[in-house]
């Protein structure tokens, strides 16, 4: 395995992160042979297989989609503007650093409102206004609480700042990696259906869906902003089985119902005809103390 150049660059709920060396040994073989040479990834929030997959195979094209508009842009921008966006982020970096702890949040909370004030959409062409909206979100991520994008009713981000002594507002070396490896990389924002349209032969396409609750108090999936119903995962699986006839490698990843009730069998249903692992991992979502711990994560392979 080689060493990361490039890493995630935002912080995001469900982040793969730790599962990473235990999925190197769930990924096809035929990614390890080099057969495979295009790499879907459509629910990509801060993508970390996509980089553990980009910089350790063979894979000449990357397909990374995702419904958050700004999402999106962030990703378009470190592609094509990366020089500029690293200096707008410099700015945010040295103003936020100077202040105390009380000047800090009110940083925070009045960028907050700036960024609320207007809406952007990444489906419209490409525009020098996305990058200082690509460094708002940015700076907003790295500096609030757990990097959870959070929408109140309105619409609005709300979640509140962080308490950080030292966040990482601008690693300029990750970026212009990141850029580089995005180079390679067709990005839109895109519903999860996208990939059909987009296949081609040779392809490996990892799933990471917005998880199913893991408790009916658990309000985890409101996190993503949408509301992932049970609905969008049978016409996930639906997608799973269409894209395995049409001889794709297919993987995919949620949270284990089982963590909550040992008789829930819904993706053992959806996916009976698969292979399903389960895994251990940690989730520190919650900001309750009880609901952090480590529960299960299941992975469903479309091959053995
Ligand atoms: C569990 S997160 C993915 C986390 C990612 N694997 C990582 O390492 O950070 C799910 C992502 O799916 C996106 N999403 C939600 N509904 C979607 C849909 N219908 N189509 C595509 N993306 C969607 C959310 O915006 C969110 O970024």
């Not at 990750?174 to 259906?193: G, M, P, Q």
């Not at 032969?201 to 108090?217: L, N, Q």
């Not at 794709?248 to 949620?254: D, F, K, T």
């Amino acid at each position: 395995m080689k060493n990361l150049k490039a890493k995630p660059f935002l912080k995001w709920a469900g982040g793969k992160s730790q599962l990473l060396p235990f999925f190197e040994q769930l990924y096809p073989l035929e990614l390890k042979t080099g057969e495979i040479k295009n790499y879907y990834e459509p629910f990509l929030g801060s993508g970390a297989v996509f980089f553990w997959v980009a910089q350790n195979y063979d894979v000449d094209n990357f397909y990374l989609y995702d419904l958050n508009d700004d999402l999106i842009i962030a990703y378009r921008v470190v592609q094509k503007d990366v020089s500029r966006l690293i200096e707008v982020l410099q700015c945010y970096d040295a103003s936020y650093r100077r202040l105390g702890d009380f000047e800090r949040k009110e940083f925070f909370y009045n960028e907050r409102v700036i960024y609320n004030s207007k809406r952007f959409k990444a489906d419209s062409l490409y525009s020098e206004e996305w990058i200082k909206r690509a460094a708002s979100f940015i700076f907003l991520n790295r500096t609030c609480y757990n990097g959870l994008y959070r929408l109140n009713s309105k619409g609005e981000f709300n979640t509140p700042a962080g308490e950080y002594r030292n966040p990482e507002i601008c690693n300029r070396d990750n970026l212009l990696a990141v850029s580089e490896l995005l180079k390679r990389a067709i990005i839109k924002r895109a519903d999860f259906t996208a990939v059909l349209e987009d296949l081609k032969s040779s392809a490996f396409i990892y799933f990471d869906p917005p998880y199913r609750p893991i408790s009916k108090t658990s309000n985890f999936k409101s996190y993503y902003n949408n509301d992932f119903s049970d609905k969008d995962q049978e016409k996930l699986a639906d997608l799973f089985k269409e894209l395995d006839r049409c001889g794709a490698r297919v993987m995919l990843s949620n949270s284990d119902p089982k963590n909550m009730d040992p008789h829930d069998d819904f993706f053992d249903k959806l996916y009976g005809d698969f292979n399903i692992l389960r895994v251990c991992a940690k989730r520190s979502i919650n900001s309750k103390k009880e609901g952090r711990g480590y529960i299960n994560e299941i992975v469903v392979m479309n091959y053995s």
